[in-house]
């Protein structure tokens, strides 16, 4: 399938945008991305901002709720960039959509990133703020026992590792993951890459750059914490909804972890945008399927979390 004409058209536009590489500072990269808020963020019912302690200081969180009357279930969100780039405010405009499609409290972490912070910086800050969003699920109009976790790229590495760390540490139960386009495995070597390695957003040299920030010895890079598609067992691990696009290098390993989950035994929907590229769900405002993208995660979400 050819790509969407909403997504060719971006995709020119992106042209003239920095591209991670060897050489880039991550500083100044962040600097480069910073985008402006949108002039009229979609209206959630409540937005408010909060500090919690974390394993390496206070963690930043943006806590939205629908409007109505609670609890609702509660969607821990963390957001991609590669470990190294994005926050609170690049990925809103997509939590406050998850907020209402799913009519669920969403909780935006602002986890620490890389390479000042390497792995497993991240994950741990994700772990410990799905933790405390749990024990104070009740002063958040939430309901603990009805929790997921979610996450675009990086990030959808990272809800997976959430999701492998409850089971794993015998924590807290989780019922649902939500990968976007996931990070899964530290390689570079499937099909999608060498179709998609060039021209289309994302690209190989990029990752390898986010990779060598992230990671302190390429060694790392064989943790099922690091890598979740490298797990020992994905055996008890909650249901999930894994989507890819189809002009995205990380197309395939989205696909295997899928595949590895089903072949686990956990119940797993997947579904691949073929005609659009790598971020595409954060950009509604621009692209139509962004919104039926959260939908369907925001859906299978609360058909997980209701049973």
């Known amino acids: 399938m050819s790509l969407h004409p909403q997504a060719q058209a971006l995709l020119e536009l992106f042209k003239g945008l920095p591209s991670p590489g060897p050489g880039t500072d991550a500083v100044q990269l962040r600097a480069q991305m910073q985008m402006p808020p949108p002039a009229a963020p979609e209206p959630v019912g409540h937005c408010e901002d909060r500090r919690i302690p974390g394993p390496g200081g206070e963690i930043p969180l943006r806590i939205y709720t629908p409007a109505g009357t609670g609890p609702f279930p509660l969607l821990m969100f963390f957001h991609g960039g590669g470990f190294v780039i994005c926050d609170l405010d690049s990925h809103d405009s997509t939590c406050r959509a998850l907020c209402n499609e799913a009519q669920a409290v969403v909780v935006s972490v602002d986890y620490r990133l890389a390479p000042e912070h390497p792995y497993p910086a991240a994950p741990e800050d994700c772990f410990a703020a799905t933790l405390w969003a749990a024990e104070h699920a009740a002063s958040l109009h939430a309901d603990s026992a009805r929790l997921g976790v979610a996450g675009d790229s990086a990030g959808g590495c990272l809800a997976a590792v959430v999701a492998q760390m409850a089971r794993d540490r015998n924590a807290l139960s989780i019922g649902f993951q939500g990968l976007i386009y996931p990070v899964t495995h530290?390689?570079?070597?499937?099909a999608s890459y060498r179709e998609n390695g060039e021209g289309y957003f994302l690209t190989e040299a990029s990752m390898r750059w986010f990779w060598d920030q992230y990671l302190q010895t390429p060694a790392a890079g064989a943790e099922a914490y690091a890598s979740p598609l490298r797990a020992a067992s994905l055996r008890g691990l909650p249901a999930a909804a894994v989507l890819?696009?189809?002009?995205?290098?990380?197309?395939?390993?989205?696909?295997?972890?899928?595949?590895?989950?089903?072949?686990?035994?956990?119940?797993?929907?997947?579904?691949?945008?073929?005609?659009?590229?790598?971020?595409?769900?954060?950009?509604?405002?621009?692209?139509?399927?962004?919104?039926?993208?959260?939908?369907?995660?925001?859906?299978?979400?609360?058909?997980?979390?209701?049973?």
């Open 244 to 307: 890819t696009a189809g002009y995205d290098p990380l197309r395939d390993e989205g696909r295997a972890y899928a595949d590895a989950l089903r072949a686990a035994g956990v119940d797993v929907d997947y579904r691949c945008f073929d005609s659009q590229f790598h971020g595409f769900a954060g950009m509604l405002a621009m692209i139509d399927e962004a919104r039926e993208a959260l939908r369907w995660i925001a859906g299978h979400f609360r058909r997980a979390v209701d049973r």
């Open 186 to 190: 530290y390689a570079f070597d499937t």
